[in-house]
């Protein structure tokens, strides 16, 4: 069945191990519709040091993996992987082999939208550890390191990159499990907010725009959202809050905040239009004044157990110190 100018044959290295291969192959064979890799797999065209195996099957470090594919095939369904010469304007919060922690300024992506697919923190993340040999794609079949959480493009702070594929698995499923990292940001928000708010709601994404909606519980694919809130600091005409997120959903902090008539400084979309203009004269601000400025790994697992209760602090930027000092 298999023929030599036709087979393929791949090494599955440490960031390749520890996976299924079908997985495996979506992330190679990234242009080919699924049901073709589970047809390569009936037609037993997928063999593993030399054996015939189903998608369920687990890769182990020096796996051979051997695949009957035409070469112009093999070229339509992969994909040249490419790293970016970008400048880096993020600052390392923490390092180590298996996880990179960076603040973002606010103005940068995460990741590449309709408008920018070049300048991205991930872009500069993987620029940076190329230029530092820990990046190398010749060495790489499929994996990349990446983020496991994102911030909006103007809100500043703390994102969490996973530098190998174990480390990767293992943040996925902490965020994923909701309690296990905690999360905690910084905002400046309209009007005297002087007592812990716990607060509880259900939103929805509207269709075709980069914003959410409050609706009831009963609202057909109403997502729940909790934020707990704790003033820092106030006065009559403002707040200093600490936010806890509880649920991670799109904007929550800033449409909670304003659906308890507490909005952020400079949100554009949920906040005051008259403040935000008095706001924007006085100190330049044009985006929502919103920080991630500290996570605490609550309970780790895996590669990465001796995280187990660290916590990292990122200092505010120097425009949000400004403002505190005017204004509270």
Do not use: W
Request: with cysteine; charged share 30%; net charge positive.
């Amino acid at each position: 069945m298999f023929q030599g100018d036709i087979m393929k044959k791949l090494k599955i290295t440490e960031n390749d191990a520890n996976q299924r291969i079908d997985k495996y192959l979506k992330k190679l064979l990234v242009n080919a519709p699924n049901n073709f890799i589970y047809k390569m797999f009936r037609k037993k065209d997928i063999k593993v040091n030399g054996k015939k195996v189903d998608e369920k099957y687990i890769l182990s470090l020096d796996d051979e993996v051997e695949m009957f594919l035409y070469d112009d095939k093999f070229k339509e369904f992969t994909e040249t992987k490419s790293i970016y010469e970008v400048n880096k304007t993020f600052s390392v919060l923490y390092e180590d082999k298996h996880v990179l922690i960076v603040f973002k300024p606010a103005g940068l992506l995460v990741h590449e939208d309709a408008n920018e697919s070049i300048n991205t923190l991930t872009n500069q993340v993987l620029s940076y550890l190329a230029s530092k040999n820990e990046l190398d794609l010749s060495r790489e079949n499929t994996f990349m390191p990446g983020p496991v959480h994102r911030l909006d493009r103007n809100t500043s702070g703390i994102v969490i990159f996973g530098k190998t594929l174990a480390a990767l698995q293992n943040l996925n499923e902490m965020i994923k499990q909701r309690h296990c990292i905690e999360k905690k940001y910084l905002t400046i928000c309209r009007g005297q907010l002087n007592h812990q708010r716990n607060l509880h709601g259900y939103m929805i994404k509207l269709e075709n725009q980069a914003q959410v909606k409050l609706v009831k519980k009963d609202y057909p694919g109403a997502l729940t959202m909790e934020t707990i809130v704790r003033p820092l600091k106030y006065n009559c005409d403002y707040s200093l809050v600490e936010v806890t997120l509880i649920t991670g959903r799109m904007h929550q902090i800033r449409v909670h905040l304003s659906s308890i008539e507490h909005p952020i400084i400079g949100d554009r979309k949920y906040g005051d239009f008259e403040l935000n203009k008095y706001i924007k004269k006085t100190f330049g601000l044009n985006n929502q004044l919103l920080h991630a400025y500290k996570i605490k790994f609550v309970k780790t697992f895996g590669v990465l157990n001796y995280l187990q209760d660290k916590e990292i602090i990122c200092p505010v930027p120097a425009l949000f110190e400004k403002i505190e000092k005017s204004l509270l």
